[in-house]
C-alpha cells in the first residue's frame, strides 16, 4: 500500500499557487486586518502561528507568505508537508468566510488535519490547550464562525491564553482583546506558550 493510501495524505502538484507533494495537516491563525491590529491580544494565533513557522521550518529556506486568497497567505514547509495558513486580512469573526472554502480545496483531495490557532480568554497568559474536534468553541466568535460555514467542529483547536480583565463587562472585554500586548507579556508567550505549542502539536504533526 502507497503511504499515501495509509496514511490519508493528500497528493496533488499544486495548491492556489503552492506545489504540494503530501499533505496531512494544516495550521489556520485567525486574527484581525494586520498591521491594522498586529501585535493586539486578539491576534494571538497569527502570533503563535509565525512563532511556530520559525520553529517547524527549515531555516535555509525561504519563509515568507504567499498570497493565497484576497483574505489569507499560506505557507508550505517540506519536508514534511505542513501547511500554514494566516487569516490576517479579514476580521477574526468573520474567519469562517475566509479558511472555510481554502481548506475545502484541500480536503475534496484527501484527509487533512486541521488546527485553529486562536486566542483564549479563559487561559491565563503563557498558557496553551490541544482541543480536539468536537470541544466545545468557549464563545470564540472565529471559531463559530468557521463552524458555521463548514458545517462541523471536526478540527482541531489550539488555543493561546491570553487571560481576562476582572470585568466582566463587554466593553471592558472588547478593549482588553483590542489592546497590544506588552513586551513583558510577548516575552512570555515567547518563552512559555512556544514551547508547550509545540509540545502540544507532536500529538497531531
Given at each position: 500500500?502507497?503511504?499515501?493510501?495509509?496514511?490519508?495524505?493528500?497528493?496533488?502538484?499544486?495548491?492556489?499557487?503552492?506545489?504540494?507533494?503530501?499533505?496531512?495537516?494544516?495550521?489556520?491563525g485567525i486574527g484581525n486586518p494586520e498591521p491594522q491590529?498586529?501585535?493586539?491580544?486578539?491576534?494571538?494565533?497569527?502570533?503563535?502561528?509565525?512563532?511556530?513557522?520559525?520553529?517547524?521550518?527549515?531555516?535555509?529556506?525561504?519563509?515568507s507568505f504567499k498570497k493565497c486568497s484576497h483574505a489569507?497567505?499560506?505557507?508550505?514547509?517540506?519536508?514534511?508537508?505542513?501547511?500554514?495558513?494566516?487569516?490576517?486580512?479579514?476580521?477574526?469573526?468573520?474567519?469562517?468566510?475566509?479558511v472555510v472554502p481554502l481548506w475545502r480545496k484541500l480536503?475534496?483531495?484527501?484527509?487533512?488535519?486541521?488546527?485553529?490557532?486562536?486566542?483564549?480568554?479563559?487561559?491565563?497568559?503563557?498558557?496553551?490547550?490541544?482541543?480536539?474536534?468536537?470541544?466545545?468553541?468557549?464563545?470564540?466568535?472565529?471559531?463559530?464562525?468557521?463552524?458555521?460555514?463548514?458545517?462541523?467542529?471536526?478540527?482541531?483547536?489550539?488555543?493561546?491564553?491570553?487571560?481576562?480583565?476582572?470585568?466582566?463587562?463587554?466593553?471592558?472585554?472588547?478593549?482588553?482583546?483590542?489592546?497590544?500586548?506588552?513586551?513583558?507579556?510577548?516575552?512570555?508567550?515567547?518563552?512559555?506558550?512556544?514551547?508547550?505549542?509545540?509540545?502540544?502539536?507532536?500529538?497531531?504533526?
Open positions: 500500500m502507497l503511504l499515501s493510501a495509509k496514511y490519508g495524505l493528500v497528493k496533488q502538484k499544486k495548491w492556489r499557487g503552492l506545489p504540494i507533494r503530501y499533505l496531512s495537516t494544516c495550521l489556520t491590529y498586529g501585535g493586539t491580544r486578539h491576534n494571538a494565533g497569527l502570533m503563535m502561528l509565525d512563532l511556530l513557522k520559525d520553529k517547524l521550518v527549515d531555516s535555509n529556506r525561504d519563509k489569507a497567505a499560506g505557507y508550505l514547509s517540506a519536508p514534511p508537508d505542513l501547511l500554514l495558513i494566516r487569516s490576517d486580512a479579514n476580521f477574526i469573526n468573520l474567519s469562517g468566510k475566509t480536503t475534496k483531495h484527501g484527509n487533512v488535519k486541521h488546527v485553529v490557532v486562536h486566542d483564549e480568554l479563559s487561559l491565563p497568559l503563557g498558557k496553551v490547550q490541544l482541543r480536539k474536534p468536537g470541544t466545545s468553541l468557549r464563545g470564540h466568535n472565529g471559531l463559530k464562525s468557521i463552524y458555521s460555514h463548514l458545517g462541523h467542529g471536526d478540527f482541531y483547536r489550539l488555543a493561546v491564553g491570553i487571560g481576562r480583565p476582572l470585568e466582566r463587562d463587554p466593553k471592558i472585554v472588547a478593549d482588553y482583546v483590542l489592546a497590544k500586548f506588552t513586551p513583558q507579556e510577548l516575552a512570555l508567550i515567547q518563552a512559555q506558550a512556544l514551547p508547550n505549542a509545540l509540545n502540544l502539536l507532536k500529538t497531531v504533526l
